[in-house]
């Protein structure tokens, strides 16, 4: 079984940053191989990919964040990060880490195979 955990969620104004971390474990978790990703859902809406990083670092960002947010992570540290900046009230959402045993990344919600418990984000005007 694998736990993720997202921390650095919060209120921030249309303009500023933010960084969210993902911290995974397991007892057979092997983070270095495992796609990692972020979804987030507005209130009202589905849940929608935003950004998401391959075993092997090669990244993947939805059109509506590109330009304003890096996906990174740490296999030394069992962590993935979210650098968002630009932020615009838009990007209000409870965002979501996932990882995909897989090793890839893609946008297809179904190919998720854990997901955290999700952090709120809300940027005001």
């Known amino acids: 079984q694998v736990q993720l955990v997202e921390s650095g969620g919060g209120l921030v104004q249309a303009g500023g940053s933010l960084r969210l971390s993902c911290a995974a474990s397991?007892?057979?978790?092997?983070?270095?191989?495992?796609?990692m990703g972020w979804f987030r859902q507005a209130p009202g809406k589905e849940r929608e990919f935003v950004a998401g990083?391959?075993?092997?670092?090669?990244?993947y960002y939805a059109d509506s964040v590109k330009g304003r947010s890096t996906i990174s992570r740490d296999n030394a540290k069992n962590t993935q990060y979210l650098q968002m900046n630009s932020l615009k009230p838009e990007d209000t959402a409870v965002y979501y880490c996932?990882?995909?045993?897989?090793?890839?990344?893609?946008?297809?919600?179904?190919?998720?195979?854990?997901w955290g418990q999700g952090a709120q984000v809300t940027v005001s005007s």
């Open positions: 397991g007892r057979t978790f092997t983070f270095s191989r495992y796609g």
């Open positions: 990083i391959s075993w092997n670092g090669a990244t």
């Open positions: 996932a990882a995909n045993v897989g090793g890839g990344f893609s946008a297809y919600i179904g190919n998720v195979d854990y």
